[in-house]
T-cell receptor, first 118, second 113 residues
Framework: NAGVTQTPKFRVLKTGQSMTLLCAQD?????MYWYRQDPGMGLRLIHY???????AKGEVPDGYNVSRLKKQNFLLGLESAAPSQTSVYFC?????????????????FGDGTRLSIL | LAKTTQPISMDSYEGQEVNITCSHN???????ITWYQQFPSQGPRFIIQ?????VTNEVASLFIPADRKSSTLSLPRVSLSDTAVYYC??????????????WGLGTSLAVNP
């Protein structure tokens, strides 16, 4: 079972360069998320999507854009990379079943993309 | 805004029970409280979630009081392979139309022989 696959696993960019991180899931999940994880700051939500063709801002969206053209893929773009965006980026997906109106279903994570911006 | 607080680190020995508590206020009333485990160079992995009272699965138990202002993850008889960082996750009561998930900063558990 592939689960959630992130590509690339590592990348080094120069300030001002652009790039796209790809996330693919094979579990037919509706929800997908992009996080960044920095030492001492835990996981912070960048953007998320509740379904194909929809995206929404999370806690730290500035400097990033996302697209969800296909249900199984969620792309994270950096238009003009900055050193402050050096981080480990995680993608996750979750189902949307409702249990008596409760949300926040378990998320399945990829193994991360380690991005360094010089 | 919702806020979570959990111990930065804990030490234990093989075979002991470990309890990790996360304090959280102003959390969404319709969200589960969820705990994840993370090993180095891997993404977080779901352990357990609950809404109120006690939930138990094959790896852990989760205790949530009626006021939902805290939750305690209980790991019975830990082994060396339980050495990891443990995170609590809640939803923010003030998220409005945008989803806001509040992750704890993680508790680094070290299990010693």
């Amino acid at each position: 079972n592939a689960g959630v696959t992130q590509t690339p696993k590592f990348r080094v960019l120069k300030t001002g360069q652009s790039m796209t991180l790809l996330c693919a899931q094979d579990m037919n999940h509706e929800y997908m998320y992009w996080y960044r994880q920095d030492p001492g700051m835990g996981l912070r939500l960048i953007h998320y999507s509740v379904g194909e063709g929809t995206t929404a801002k999370g806690e730290v969206p500035d400097g990033y854009n996302v697209s969800r053209l296909k249900k199984q893929n969620f792309l994270l773009g950096l238009e003009s990379a900055a050193p402050s965006q050096t981080s480990v980026y995680f993608c996750a997906s979750s189902p949307t079943y409702r249990d008596r109106g409760k949300s926040n279903q378990p998320q399945h994570f990829g193994d991360g993309t380690r991005l360094s911006i010089l | 805004l919702a806020k979570t607080t959990q111990p930065i680190s804990m030490d234990s020995y093989e075979g002991q029970e470990v309890n990790i508590t996360c304090s959280h206020n102003n959390i969404a009333t319709n969200d589960y409280i969820t705990w994840y485990q993370q090993f180095p160079s891997q993404g977080p992995r779901f352990i357990i979630q609950g809404y109120k009272t006690k939930v138990t699965n094959e790896v852990a138990s989760l205790f949530i009081p009626a006021d939902r202002k805290s939750s305690t993850l209980s790991l019975p008889r830990v082994s060396l392979s339980d050495t990891a960082v443990y995170y609590c996750l809640v939803g923010d009561i003030n998220a409005g139309n945008n989803r806001k998930l509040i992750w704890g900063l993680g508790t680094s558990l070290a299990v010693n022989p």
